[in-house]
């Protein structure tokens, strides 16, 4: 069956650290893979888009790899801040049975710790 | 440059009653889709619209609909409401449906 994941539910780091959220799927093949920054009560913010034949992207503190072979994205924030706590998105584009489709995965919820 | 809008931000419906939601996208863009999100099954896709036809559709039941004007505006209809659909239902505008997809604030929705 088809599935996406995104490492684990939560993940707490130190100020000033690197935080790597890593997203996984299987019996997707994606056009392209979406990263996504939402806060408590409001909607999703576009943040990084890479295509299935791009291995990197980079803008500002973010960078995100694809890895198709391995199914799976790494989302990097360096130099990590407290306003960089929220739930990042990972949402996969894919032809479906109707076109194009978008699914997302659960999120992981980010805290940086001052 | 304005952002998407979502009318209205909170409803409460009962069961078996019907409901539609509004969005209008930000100005240019003539892709607007439709998701429902719950702590339970996360950001869900319904449908997408392109110039005023429904182009891609996810797996929901028949009683979620939609429609896109000529303005790009759309709607979102959900009829005969089950207790389950309550959920924050978010619209995105983009472009051409192709690319980063910028999102409204949310219909929160209750059925009681």
């Known amino acids: 069956s088809q599935k996406i994941e995104q490492n684990s539910e939560a993940l707490n780091i130190q100020e000033g650290k690197t935080a790597t959220l890593t997203c996984n799927y299987t019996?997707?093949?994606?056009?392209?893979l979406q990263w996504y920054r939402q806060d408590p009560g409001r909607g999703p913010v576009f943040l990084l888009l890479?295509?299935?034949?791009?291995k990197e992207k980079r803008k500002e503190r973010l960078k995100v790899t694809f890895d198709t072979t391995l199914k799976q994205s790494l989302f990097h924030i360096t130099a990590s801040q407290p306003a960089d706590s929220a739930t990042y998105l990972c949402a996969l584009a894919f032809e479906g049975n109707y076109g194009q489709n978008f699914v997302f995965g659960p999120g992981t919820r980010l805290s940086v710790l001052p | 440059k304005a952002g998407v809008t979502q009318t209205p931000r909170y409803l409460i419906k009962t069961r078996g009653q019907q409901v539609t939601l509004s969005c209008s996208p930000i100005?240019?863009?003539?892709?607007v889709s439709w998701y429902q999100q719950t702590p339970g099954q996360g950001l869900q896709f319904l449908f997408e619209y392109f110039s005023e036809t429904q182009r891609n559709k996810g797996n929901f039941p028949g009683r979620f609909s939609g429609r896109q004007f000529s303005n790009s505006r759309s709607e979102m209809n959900v009829s005969t409401l089950e207790l389950g659909d309550s959920a924050l239902y978010l619209c995105a505008s983009s472009l051409d449906g192709n690319a980063e997809q910028y999102f409204g604030p949310g219909t929160r929705l209750t059925v009681t």
């Open positions: 890479i295509r299935e034949n791009e």
């Open positions: 019996n997707y093949s994606p056009a392209y």
């Open positions: 100005s240019g863009h003539r892709s």
